[in-house]
């Protein structure tokens, strides 16, 4: 968490930090250091045990008090306009970063984050080098990223909203399922064949009313295809009966958080096979929250899922590893979860490399699933925040037939 | 446009080109040169005067051949699995750099594009340096934002086709508006007081079946407080009758091109003050359109549509800096348009600044507006690709009541 960031800083012997961008959206690390939306971006500024200080436009001055940099400065406070008036562009740009760096007495080891165009980025750092600034390059995971892994209660009180909203649109869209009508294998709203348009239709009114963004497609698969973990469902794809419906939905609050949720329907019965199926990845699920403790080891959870699954008959994701080809295709396929918070992908990763462990605020997908091109797939999938005791942030049942 | 892009690297002494990231969504630079989405990213390698190499995953290979790149090969076929077992993570990736560039023939004053985590991406820059190449940082535009900024009809058609959409949204939403009941000043839908949140439930809908996403929130503005070019409106705001409403609507398709539009409507009959308003605007959005020809300076059209504005005693953006400050809040307050194409907001900007000339096939917006805090703001936005003729990509009305 934020409060983090100097113990992180000294950990790597890192003085200075600056963090900058030409807006917060696309741009998580500038989004958690300024904590609010800058349309326009700006630059953060902070040495190892001082206070922040975030500098951008006149304009923007009111929306970066909104963050949680309490020193907010202006260009201008720093002559930009001047300096941009005398040299071009990035020249102008680098005298203007050294004025900066020397009033705020950045300096030491020093390192430039954000997600930014790497070569333009470059040449500044080239020049703020020759100008005697020492900045280090990091490797991964860098401070930030460390630092983001676990969430504060302020953080935690946002996930929780875009939890509520996005279980909010779930619910919804079940209750809009519920009004289609069975006929054999077939389903149909307002006696037309329902197709993924019309549902998606619903879930995109649900989520504009609810103050969501999907920046990527919900997936919303029925049937076979569904097998395929990343298809997403056609709007001219048929909602039959009696096949899975994988409805995977990630949106976010406007540059913010994230929300993660998977549930497996099925309209009318289920085929027997994907009845067992179900009751696997239900088993697994349920198990794997039950084991998100603080101190966890991710790969742990990753392979007791494994082990249960393969208990049950089902090829699993480390299988393919020890040359199992089946597993490319059929049974647990992917990784048990993922971290998620400002982006929808993030540490910690639960899969099967890797030695971390689960720390106290990280907040984790868990998000087993049977799929097999013969029925189609199933995922379930809910958000744990990690604590005493751990949180699930995605209140919605798990039954499977609507 | 891309088949520029050899002779722009020549131009700057440039002899290869590497572009790389962990996905295209959010990496407008990899997206252009991959041509397809790239959920993993992957690695673009280029010498001048040589046709291109993409290395991806092995589960990406298929993706990737929907792009433009001939050469697909996967981080396999450089024997990622053996360096990555040897080697802690960054290191490794810098040999498996190392042996692609190696292989590739990359060399000579090389350019690493992409939006990536700028310390991560310094940390890889340095190990190349070390290893002996010469990697070198560019000023701005750099060679894939100058080349992105025209297009080619492979691009002009994906920019029609996402035009065609968004202005359906617009109509149906329209359609919407108008089975609205007028009573007095108010507005009602179904007997109930017309939101905006109702509204956006519609757009929401419609984007949705569209195959349209909106990152930003829409505007969807009533009332006074459209004065805010950046107000969006409040799901609680009411939606009246005698007020403009700005409507601005900015989707793209996934991973893909953009659209933006915006027209002012009012329900019922506008105060005459707006209507002067709207006269003004569409005067200057209609002259400025029909100056959207190639070798036209960006600077010269942003002026004009001011010296037109100022000709109804209207205050300018351009008055600002010579210090009316009026025209910080009330007048034409913006600049007249920027470009659009992977990225909402891309050269060429059409603003105060600048010299540039508009090339052909360069995409942008033409967006006057007028604000006035007593009565709210008017603004009528279209999309111009600069050809002879140039083509407006927006066939919607500008007929303000509805």
Request: overall charge positive; aromatic content about 8%; charged content about 30%.
């Amino acid at each position: 968490m934020i409060s983090d960031l100097d113990k992180e800083m000294e950990k790597r012997d890192v003085q200075s930090l600056i963090v900058f961008g030409d807006q917060t959206l696309g741009n998580p690390d500038l989004a958690y250091v300024v904590g609010a939306p800058l349309p326009r971006g700006g630059i953060y500024l902070k040495r190892q045990g001082n206070k922040p200080t975030l500098v951008v436009s006149n304009i923007d001055v009111g929306s970066a008090k909104a963050g949680r940099v309490k020193s907010i400065k202006t260009y201008s406070d720093y002559g930009q306009e001047k300096i941009y008036s005398r040299y071009p562009r990035d020249d102008a740009r680098a005298k203007f970063y050294m004025k900066m760096i020397k009033e705020e007495g950045i300096g030491g080891h020093t390192v430039i984050g954000g997600k930014n165009d790497s070569s333009n980025t470059l040449q500044l750092v080239d020049s703020l080098r020759k100008g005697g600034l020492n900045v280090v390059g990091e490797k991964s995971p860098t401070i930030i990223e460390s630092v983001r892994e676990t969430k504060d209660r302020f953080e935690i009180e946002r996930l929780r909203r875009v939890g509520k909203r996005t279980c909010q649109v779930v619910k919804e869209t079940t209750r809009f399922l519920r009004r289609a009508t069975i006929r054999g294998s077939k389903a149909y709203y307002k006696s037309k064949p329902l197709k993924v348009g019309d549902v998606r239709r619903v879930i995109g009114g649900l989520l504009n009313e609810n103050d969501l963004v999907a920046m990527e497609d919900t997936i919303f698969a029925p049937g076979r295809r569904s097998a395929d973990p990343h298809y997403r469902g056609e709007n001219e794809d048929l909602v039959r009966a009696g096949v899975p419906i994988v409805f995977d939905i990630f949106p976010s609050e406007p540059e913010g958080y994230w929300h993660d949720t998977t549930r497996t329907y099925v309209l009318g019965s289920p085929h027997r096979k994907v009845r067992e199926m179900y009751d696997a990845v239900y088993e697994v699920q349920m198990n794997a929250v039950d084991m998100v403790k603080e101190n966890a080891p991710c790969r742990e959870l990753m392979l007791t899922a494994c082990k249960l699954f393969e208990s049950h008959g089902y090829p699993t994701a480390r299988q393919l590893i020890k040359g199992n080809k089946e597993a490319r295709v059929r049974g647990f396929i992917h990784s048990l979860g993922h971290g998620v918070g400002l982006t929808i992908g993030e540490r910690p990763y639960l899969g099967l490399y890797g030695a971390e462990r689960l720390r106290e605020g990280a907040v984790v997908t868990i998000e087993p699933g049977l799929y097999d091109p013969k029925y189609g797939g199933v995922r379930i999938e809910d958000i744990m925040v990690v604590g005493s005791p751990s949180e699930n942030l995605t209140s919605l049942d798990k039954d499977m037939e609507l």
